[in-house]
């Protein structure tokens, strides 16, 4: 264990933990724009391919969880407790946005082989952990092994 400047101790099972969930929230928002080609815009007005990516979202986190870890960041717990039409709704609000080209479109288009990597590990954690992972799956169009 380490303490950082404010005080709070941070351990290595922590980052861990964040790794995860971030994981989880990424597979669905990056698969979702490569669906797209990196079209933020048609992305954003794309209310399938939204629903799915919120689906594949709730579906990692879920798994994330299931594997006996805590939600953390607990901002996170808001995919989990949010209807599917509200977390699409902001999606599309997220997408519109001059940020989202800058800050997600460009980062996806650098890690696009990270991404599918990430996207793989929550499938399988979600295998493993008897979860559902059929919209993270479809997503990403990675067949049954």
């Known amino acids: ?84 039409f509200l977390l699409r709704i902001q999606f599309q609000i997220l997408f519109k946005s001059p940020l989202a080209r800058i800050a997600l479109a460009a980062h996806a288009n650098t890690a696009r082989n990270e991404m599918e990597t990430i996207a793989r590990g929550i499938l399988e954690l979600c295998r493993m952990e008897n979860c559902r992972y059929g919209n993270i799956q479809q997503l990403w169009k990675i067949p049954i092994e």
């Open 1 to 84: 264990m380490q303490e950082s400047p404010g005080g709070v101790i941070r351990t290595r099972e922590s980052f861990r933990t964040l790794r995860l969930f971030y994981g989880a929230l990424i597979c669905g928002l990056a698969g979702a724009i490569y669906a797209k080609n990196e079209n933020l815009p048609a992305l954003a007005v794309d209310r399938y391919l939204l629903t799915l990516s919120v689906r594949a979202i709730k579906e990692g986190l879920v798994g994330v969880r299931k594997h006996g870890l805590p939600i953390y960041p607990l901002k996170l717990c808001i995919f989990l407790l949010a209807p599917v």
